[in-house]
């Protein structure tokens, strides 16, 4: 599959779970990104990976953890939600961090219980 | 800090009406601005940026720094215009370069 990919596409995890979010990039990008859509804020970035460094986490609670394995996978581990973390959460991919068109995937659909 | 305002949450025209989405920003250096869209069961994709310049899909957006925005223009808008649409601003240096700050999106409709 070319693109950006993200699995699971939806999710129910309660509060005391570990699960992780995974997304996958065939563009041959440099960076990669986690953004979270909620439904009353606009899209918040929450990290940045650029050749696999982490160069950005906007104030993103420990609860969620990135990790970065090469510049093909971003993952994104959970552990001890909060209701008020369900979202859509949204990777994306550009051919490096300072600049360029932004590939976005399908999203995961986050809902904690 | 950056900042990313779109006043209108939500926007209606009729077919063959002109269209403008507003966007305002908020930064001290030169930004770099966008419009992504997301279609309905698609993906947020990016339509245009300023430095570009170009006509995408009948869409023109012009940076006007003296009022910091960067409205978004359809004269005869389709109905497969109808979509959400978000400006988007990146920084230029320090501890903004290269990071993309969203507004909160304008849920365009276009009716028959």
């Known amino acids: 599959e070319t693109g950006v990919t993200q699995t699971p596409r939806h999710l129910v995890m309660g509060m005391t779970n570990k699960k992780s979010l995974k997304c996958e990039q065939h563009l041959g990008h440099n960076a990669m990104y986690w953004y979270k859509q909620s439904a009353k804020k606009p899209l918040e970035l929450m990290f940045v990976y650029n050749f696999k460094e982490q160069t950005e986490n906007n104030s993103v609670p420990s609860r969620f953890s990135p990790e970065c394995p090469n510049s093909s996978h971003l993952f994104l581990h959970l552990h001890t939600l909060q209701p008020e973390d369900s979202a859509l959460y949204l990777c994306?991919?550009?051919?490096?961090?300072?600049?360029?068109?932004?590939?976005f995937g399908p999203g995961t659909r986050l809902t904690v219980l | 800090a950056q900042r990313v305002t779109q006043p209108e949450k939500l926007l209606s025209v009729f077919k063959g009406a002109p269209v403008e989405l507003k966007c305002n920003y908020s930064y001290s250096g030169s930004p770099e601005l966008f419009w992504y869209v997301q279609y309905s069961r698609q993906r947020l994709q990016l339509l245009l940026r300023?430095?570009s310049r170009e006509s995408i899909k009948g869409f023109t957006a012009d940076l006007n720094k003296g009022e910091t925005s960067f409205h978004l223009k359809k004269p005869f808008a389709q109905e497969e215009d109808s979509a959400m649409y978000y400006c988007?601003?990146?920084?230029?240096?320090?501890?903004?370069?290269?990071?993309?700050?969203f507004g909160q999106g304008t849920i365009l409709t276009v009716h028959p």
């Open positions: 300023h430095i």
């Open positions: 994306a991919s550009s051919q490096d961090g300072a600049n360029n068109e932004q590939f």
């Open positions: 988007a601003l990146k920084g230029a240096g320090g501890t903004s370069y290269g990071k993309l700050t």
